[in-house]
């Protein structure tokens, strides 16, 4: 750091230290704010214990405006990582979002050095755009200490309860601290993912050989990226006629040509303290599809009432008030539906539901957001009135008489206590690939994947649901992420989501079985497991 310090002195006159210091203490402060951001929820992300939700939440409103700095191909190419929802695909997707923050800074700094230099020319004796370029470079190698700090604070937290006098090197370095091998597997690095292995600990050689290995790759990024804002400095240079002088005007608001240089809107808040970064509006999407199971004869009206609801809520920022109106507009054809005996009273909410689910999957890339949005939807007076209705008109014979073979299907053990059933009695044990063993208190049936609900209409086989359904089993009822589940994320919604219809249809039970649970993943609210029999 001493070598740091002379060396940004040396090539800055005496009377420009005060401005120059102040750029570093910015870009300083800057880079610890866009670790922070990054290391907080990476942390939550990578561990089943996430921190106390009131603790998360300004990170999580710092992260929405720090998305909106780094730009929509730095966001689409972190939504990509997420999505796979692997370890190492988090981590690489939060760290490489970290030095896209600091490539924003970067940009943002080197201009008012570069201003700096143009107006001071004689007195900094070197090209203003190779001075500027000397400064950031000396704080881009002073950040890859930040880096190795940021991996060992996303992956473990460390021990605090030792004082500096009992272990200095310990508290202020932490060397006993050793890498999990996701941070080298695929796509963070080179090594195939492994689940079972990606939390095994390297040894104190490997480690440091990793952390190096890291923190100089994102050094070497930082620099690229410096080296082509300063290339773009110098064409703008030679295009300027008068590029030698700069006018107190140009000094408080920079050239178009700088400013277009950085292609980076002013730091919000969270990165500076200097101002603040409103997101440009998303526009309401159409489903690209239909739920399964949604009645056919309701989708052309509910084509036309969505379409016109969108119209009237055009940005997603409104995506509440969208579906409170989709609820409002189709609740008459609901309670036809069941009145006319075309859709089961007992399951109108259900098609409801799944159909609100779909317009908020279209509309809100974050699952956690969309499991509170889901939430206030049945808080909604609109979700309340559709229940009184559909209610009112199954009480009136509303209903289905499904053939034989249905109702056999629908015959699922009850408990033989008084109450209604709920999840929790619920007992489903693999037996095989295709049979599985259902319990509800005390009472015992053994079912296969086509009586259960869960063949392929086309082939009779097995269907993805079923196998999704198998996961969950192997997994003792939690899917943490894509890779637990052996497909992509947003498939995994839509299996869970043919799930959830099976489920309720069969049990009759109206409570979401398996709910997407914040820094945990779904989780079933029934009991699910496999045989030893399943294994052999």
Known sequence: MAAQLAAWKEITPEHLVPAVEHIRNSFNTAAW?????????????LHQRAPDPTFLAPYKVAFVKYQGIVGS????????????????????AYIDLFRKGLEVEIRNQFNQLLLIGLANVEAVRIPSVEWAKSHMQLLITDSAYRVKIWVKEVCDEQDHSKSLQEDFEEVVFWKTWRAPKLIHMQPSGNTPYDAATAW?????????KLLDGLSRRFVQFLGLDLDKIAGDAHVWLAQSKEHTQVSQVQMERPPQQIRRISNAPKPPTVLNGRGSWTPRPKATQVPLDWPPYYPNHLIPRTTVIIGEAIKKFPLQAQTLELCKCVISELTPQFCAAV??????????????????????VANCDDASARFNFEREIKKSDEWLELAREVAGETANGGSVNADSSQQEACRFPQPNRGGAATWETIEILFLSDERVQIRNGTNTETRNYAEFGFHDARNGKPNRAWETLRALAE?????????????????VEKRIQEIRKVFRERFTISHDPIPFVAGTGYQACFKIGCSPSFHT
């Not at 704010?33 to 992300?45: D, G, I, Q």
């Not at 899917?479 to 497909?487: L, P």
Request: charged share 30%.
């Open 33 to 45: 704010k866009c670790a922070e951001v990054t290391k907080r929820l990476c942390y939550a992300s």
């Open 73 to 92: 191909a730095a966001q689409h190419e972190f939504d990509n990582l997420v999505r796979v929802g692997s370890p190492p695909s988090v981590f690489k």
């Open 200 to 208: 095994t600990r390297e040894d104190e050689s490997w480690t440091e």
């Open 339 to 360: 009145l006319d005996k075309t859709v089961r009273g007992d399951l109108a909410l259900s098609r409801m539901s799944d159909l609100l689910h779909y317009l908020l």
């Open 475 to 491: 997994q003792r009822g939690v899917i943490r992420d894509a890779t637990t589940a052996g497909q992509e994320w947003p498939k």
